[in-house]
């Protein structure tokens, strides 16, 4: 299996917002409402930002958003903040309890 | 509040066997609800998915990996661990363990992750 393809890097302004794209297959990303999206701050875990696609976890800001069409899931984090800079990944349930990452994609706010 | 915490060595001679412990608080490995899952993330690269384990044993591997990793679970210990065989300098990786909701469908309590370097 093929890691997901995100951009190496997007970028944006304080208030702005940025979209990270996720692409994949119609065996992981368009076959399933299973997309996630995680957080990554350098030395650090990564931390679950959207399950489900586009479902955010309790205490995750409403600036973060995800949706899906096809095969491509994407992450919208509006209103950047400075402490919104970091890596993110995706991630998507691939069938027959198997799972990929994206190959991540680093926010830099401006 | 669930927490994760990875132990094992730092450092791996090659053709040897790596060996992590995941440790878990806060709750109950021995659970229907929950699988205890394996990521790993190489130096300056992304994340990859190894596997998971369920509370009654059962395990489930990324078919693209070669079947070198073991997932194994203690629920007296309230622990689940990582063997991998043979390794390389290719398995240098930070480890990371991960619960992984079946309802969510994600990860969503991480371990700190721990740095495993395989050289001589």
């Known amino acids: 299996q093929s890691a997901l393809t995100q951009p190496p890097s997007a970028s944006g302004s304080p208030g702005q917002s940025v979209t990270i794209s996720c692409t994949g297959t119609s065996s992981d990303v368009g076959g399933y409402n299973y997309v996630s999206w995680y957080q990554q701050h350098p030395g650090k875990a990564p931390k679950l930002m959207i399950y489900e696609v586009s479902t955010r976890p309790s205490g995750v800001p409403d600036r973060f958003s995800g949706s899906k069409s096809g095969n491509t899931a994407s992450l919208t984090v509006s209103g950047l903040q400075a402490e919104d800079e970091a890596d993110y990944y995706c991630?998507?349930?691939?069938?027959?309890?198997?799972?990929?990452f994206g190959t991540g994609t680093k926010v830099t706010v401006l | 509040q669930v927490q994760l915490q990875e132990s094992g060595p730092g450092l791996v001679k090659p053709s040897e066997t790596l060996s992590l412990t995941c440790t878990v608080s806060g709750g109950s490995v021995n659970t229907g609800s929950y699988f205890w899952s394996w990521i790993r993330q190489s130096p300056g690269k992304g994340l990859q998915w190894i596997g998971y384990i369920y509370y009654s044993g059962s395990t489930y591997y990324n078919p693209s990996l070669k079947s070198r990793f073991t997932i194994l679970v203690d629920t007296a210990k309230n622990q689940f661990s990582l063997k991998v065989n043979s390794v390389t300098a290719a398995d240098t990786a930070v480890y990371y363990c991960?619960?992984?909701?079946?309802?969510?469908?994600?990860?969503?309590?991480w371990g700190q992750g721990i740095l495993v370097t395989v050289s001589s």
């Open positions: 991630s998507s349930f691939a069938g027959s309890n198997n799972f990929v």
């Open positions: 991960a619960r992984e909701s079946p309802t969510a469908v994600s990860f969503d309590y």
